[in-house]
């Protein structure tokens, strides 16, 4: 095996240099005129100018996680429960009431409606004016 033999295995083309007279003289097919004809013409990235627009402050994006406020109408409840049964979050997802999303807890927010309530007792519950109201009207109790 002679020296002018060997090969590399890795097939490495070298760059054709552009502009120097020849097939690819003048113009060195980029054109005549414009952003892509002169040297060094890069575009600018889509991305930086949306970068560029953002707050620069420590922790902006970064709040935490709201806990959502589930609703739930007493009308809803007098056909579900008993009267004298308590109520509360646990399980108002036991009965299908709020749906399940595990890990997470989610607050409760008792509305009043056109519906007959039940004498419930309430746990760990929100309630509107109006639903408040009729609890108390009724005789439930609310525990905290």
Known sequence: MQLSQI??????QSK???GRGGKRGTYSGRGVKGQNSRSGATKEP??????KRYHKLKGIGFSPPRQKIVTVKLGDLAKKFQEGATVNPQILKEKGLISPKPGKRSKVKILS????AKKL????CQ???TAQ????KI???IKS
Do not use: A, C, M
């Open 7 to 12: 090969k590399s295995k890795s097939f490495h």
């Open 16 to 18: 054709k240099r552009v």
């Open 46 to 51: 889509i991305i930086r100018p949306l970068i």
């Open 113 to 116: 409606s056109d519906w007959q």
């Open 121 to 124: 007792i309430f746990e760990n």
């Open 127 to 129: 309630f509107s004016k």
């Open 133 to 136: 109201e009729e609890i108390e």
């Open 139 to 141: 005789g439930g109790e």
